[in-house]
């Protein structure tokens, strides 16, 4: 008669892993503060010709996962510096590709963890939660600046939120933010005072 496995474990030394990579982007974060500013990111981005687009992509998916740069100033610089459409097109493209990226993070990562942490069960009723129609609370974070709309896509890959619910929260918050932040920062619309704040 076969013995059952024992249920799989995440294991301590990867708990330990995790956060002292955590710990030393937080640090790396706080030591980049005041280095990254709209003028330094400006002034390279420009010198850096043809590379600009891609470089300003980059960080646009950097900021998203590590970097401690405010996401509203990436896409405002975007729009200042290639327009509305090619600006608007790297906003939106560097949001999905570094929201993407932090979800399967929080999925990869998060879940044994989390499960670790607070056991199964919990975790389970919190998928549940983000599983029916609570999930269309994400779309207003995702859709106004200064909320932790980056931490959300990792706690949705955490508690195993389904990957259409969240792809389609992003299309209907962070895409529609992105592109008007761009667009501001082209000059076509006007956000307040926001564009002058993020100089």
């Given at each position: 008669m076969a013995r059952s496995r024992p249920a799989s474990r995440f294991?301590?030394?990867?708990?330990?892993?995790?956060?002292?990579?955590?710990?030393?982007?937080?640090g790396l974060c706080i030591a980049m503060a005041p280095i990254v500013t709209r003028p330094r990111m400006e002034a390279l981005v420009r010198g850096a010709g043809l590379w600009g687009p891609l470089i300003l992509l980059g960080v646009?998916?950097?900021?998203?996962?590590?970097?401690?740069?405010p996401g509203v100033f990436m896409s405002i610089l975007a729009g200042v510096?290639?327009?509305?459409?090619?600006?608007?097109?790297?906003a939106v493209v560097g949001t999905l590709i570094?929201?993407?990226a932090a979800y399967?993070?929080?999925?990869?990562?998060?879940?044994p963890l989390l499960k670790r942490w607070i056991g199964a069960e919990k975790v389970a009723r919190a998928g549940a939660i983000v599983g029916g129609r609570r999930w269309l609370a994400l779309v207003p974070i995702f859709l106004f600046p200064f909320t932790p709309a980056d931490a959300i896509c990792?706690?949705?890959?955490?508690?195993g939120m389904k990957p259409g619910r969240f792809f389609l929260a992003i299309l209907l918050g962070r895409v529609p933010k992105e592109c008007a932040l761009a667009l501001a920062?082209?000059?076509?619309?006007r956000l307040g005072g926001l564009v002058a704040r993020s100089g």
């Open positions: 294991p301590w030394k990867h708990a330990i892993i995790i956060a002292a990579i955590v710990a030393a982007l937080v646009q998916i950097a900021q998203i996962l590590i970097a401690p740069i510096l290639y327009g509305p459409l090619v600006g608007s097109l790297i570094g929201s993407a399967a993070i929080g999925r990869k990562a998060g879940v990792f706690v949705a890959g955490m508690v920062g082209a000059g076509l619309i």
